[in-house]
């Protein structure tokens, strides 16, 4: 499974490891593997998500070339978990005990269009409630599509469940309702409720689909989504959430989905959890999801990755004895702050002559700042530099000296 996502992230991870980390390569990288998940039926907005956060972490980031490789591959990882983290998840069987204790039977809807294994995948997650030793009846409010109730009543009948099922053309919502009075009065644990395949695109029937929900109101609606059809999927489940505010998705034939973009995009774009996912025909092929062995699946073994932000930038150079470069001045004026007695005496205990250059007067004006910082210490109490260090100050053209000399010093020495 996944072996498209998984190619997807692998090559960003090793084509960022055989080069120097700076934006172009950064913005050269996240396009081929923006196009590799398009490929891997990762929807639109995801790969947006996944790019933004990818590239948030990379740029500015000082990582050794041996560790980039790693370093891309541990946050693509914390990315992804993240997005899961995010909906969420849901133990279906503790909010059945809940209704339980109610002697209230609990109510799951499963919504989805013809062909996507809709019918069969209730029928295995009905198994799975079997085998956890509750008691189920099903409702074939599917009363359009032609051979819909004989195919649940052969999956009940092998499964020794009770169908409660009218007429085709019979209101779905009225075969719906008759279930949950079923199972009101033989206390039965659970109501799976099977409804049309509804296209997405129509309207009307996705009103239909609103009416059972709002005459049995159930505790759970599941969308159930193949994961052969890609971005068809992903746009199904859009449009199905706009209509049904479904509580999770089952993904049915993930066992044959070589690409795997499909959980990624349904979890972010309805902002609700993958649940289950079918990888067989048996009724035991019903397997709860697990963002860690998808996460496994998709990028080899997690080994001692750390599901958190990776922090891998160099420690700060140590501090040198070399002279700092000259600080950039608040104002302006490179006396700024600097009363004109203190420029004064600084200027006749030290025998300082006027600054030539803007350079010059910035430094002197710094050096000013630390004497009297320094308690304003006589001359022999402290190290005085030179400014007529020409080794230290750029020369500057005729025209700035002519400037500097006008106006700069004016207020130095009277």
Same mark, same amino acid.
């Given at each position: 499974?996944?072996?498209?996502?998984?190619?997807?992230?692998?090559?960003?991870?090793?084509?960022?490891?055989?080069?120097?980390?700076?934006?172009?390569?950064?913005?050269?990288?996240?396009?081929?593997?923006?196009?590799?998940?398009?490929?891997?039926?990762?929807?639109?907005?995801?790969?947006?998500?996944?790019?933004?956060?990818?590239?948030?972490?990379?740029?500015?980031?000082?990582?050794?070339?041996?560790?980039?490789?790693?370093?891309?591959?541990?946050?693509?990882?914390?990315?992804?978990?993240?997005?899961?983290?995010?909906?969420?998840?849901?133990?279906?069987?503790?909010?059945?005990?809940?209704?339980?204790?109610?002697?209230?039977?609990?109510?799951?809807?499963?919504?989805?269009?013809?062909?996507?294994?809709?019918?069969?995948?209730?029928?295995?997650?009905?198994?799975?409630?079997?085998?956890?030793?509750?008691?189920?009846?099903?409702?074939?409010?599917?009363?359009?599509?032609?051979?819909?109730?004989?195919?649940?009543?052969?999956?009940?009948?092998?499964?020794?469940?009770?169908?409660?099922?009218?007429?085709?053309?019979?209101?779905?919502?009225?075969?719906?309702?008759?279930?949950?009075?079923?199972?009101?009065?033989?206390?039965?644990?659970?109501?799976? %409720?099977?409804?049309?395949?509804?296209?997405?695109?129509?309207?009307?029937?996705?009103?239909?689909?609103?009416?059972?929900?709002?005459?049995?109101?159930?505790?759970?609606?599941?969308?159930?989504?193949?994961?052969?059809?890609?971005?068809?999927?992903?746009?199904?489940?859009?449009?199905?959430?706009?209509?049904?505010?479904?509580?999770?998705?089952?993904?049915?034939?993930?066992?044959?989905?070589?690409?795997?973009?499909?959980?990624?995009?349904?979890?972010?774009?309805?902002?609700?959890?993958?649940?289950?996912?079918?990888?067989?025909?048996?009724?035991?092929?019903?397997?709860?999801?697990?963002?860690?062995?998808?996460?496994?699946?998709?990028?080899?073994?997690?080994?001692?990755?750390?599901?958190?932000? %990776?922090?891998?930038?160099?420690?700060?150079?140590?501090?040198?004895?070399?002279?700092?470069?000259?600080?950039?001045? %608040?104002?302006?004026?490179?006396?700024?702050?600097?009363?004109?007695?203190? %420029?004064?005496?600084?200027?006749?205990?030290?025998?300082?002559?006027?600054?030539?250059?803007?350079?010059?007067?910035?430094?002197?004006?710094?050096?000013?700042?630390?004497?009297?910082?320094?308690?304003?210490?006589?001359?022999?109490?402290?190290?005085?530099?030179?400014?007529?260090?020409?080794?230290?100050?750029?020369?500057?053209?005729?025209?700035?000296?002519?400037?500097?000399?006008?106006?700069?010093?004016?207020?130095?020495?009277?």
């Amino acid at each position: 499974m996944f072996d498209g996502l998984h190619k997807a992230f692998s090559n960003a991870a090793k084509s960022l490891g055989e080069k120097e980390l700076n934006e172009k390569d950064i913005k050269d990288i996240l396009f081929e593997l923006e196009i590799s998940l398009l490929e891997s039926d990762v929807a639109g907005e995801v790969i947006d998500s996944i790019k933004s956060d990818l590239k948030e972490k990379l740029i500015g980031s000082k990582v050794d070339k041996n560790e980039i490789e790693k370093f891309v591959k541990d946050n693509l990882i914390f990315s992804i978990s993240s997005l899961f983290d995010n909906v969420g998840s849901i133990d279906i069987f503790e909010r059945i005990d809940e209704k339980k204790k109610k002697n209230q039977p609990f109510l799951i809807v499963f919504v989805g269009i013809n062909g996507t294994g809709k019918t069969t995948s209730l029928a295995k997650f009905a198994s799975l409630l079997q085998e956890k030793k509750y008691s189920v009846v099903v409702a074939a409010a599917d009363t359009f599509r032609a051979g819909a109730i004989e195919q649940l009543r052969e999956h009940t009948n092998r499964l020794n469940l009770k169908l409660v099922a009218q007429n085709y053309e019979s209101d779905p919502a009225a075969v719906a309702r008759d279930a949950v009075l079923y199972a009101k009065s033989h206390k039965t644990d659970c109501v799976l %409720i099977d409804t049309a395949g509804r296209m997405q695109t129509s309207k009307n029937l996705m009103e239909q689909i609103e009416k059972i929900i709002k005459v049995v109101n159930p505790d759970m609606t599941i969308f159930v989504g193949d994961s052969l059809a890609g971005n068809d999927t992903v746009n199904q489940a859009r449009e199905f959430h706009k209509y049904v505010k479904f509580d999770g998705s089952i993904l049915t034939k993930s066992d044959a989905d070589a690409k795997g973009g499909a959980a990624l995009s349904i979890a972010k774009v309805t902002s609700t959890p993958v649940l289950y996912l079918g990888t067989g025909q048996e009724y035991s092929d019903l397997k709860s999801f697990d963002k860690d062995i998808f996460l496994e699946t998709v990028f080899g073994s997690l080994g001692d990755v750390k599901i958190e932000k %990776i922090d891998v930038s160099t420690p700060e150079p140590e501090p040198t004895s070399e002279p700092e470069p000259t600080p950039k001045p %608040i104002s302006d004026d490179p006396f700024y702050g600097i009363k004109d007695n203190e %420029i004064a005496k600084y200027s006749d205990l030290f025998d300082i002559p006027p600054p030539e250059s803007d350079a010059k007067a910035i430094k002197l004006g710094n050096k000013i700042r630390q004497w009297i910082k320094d308690g304003k210490p006589k001359p022999g109490e402290s190290k005085v530099i030179s400014f007529n260090d020409e080794a230290e100050i750029h020369k500057q053209d005729k025209e700035e000296e002519s400037k500097k000399k006008r106006g700069l010093f004016g207020r130095f020495k009277k």
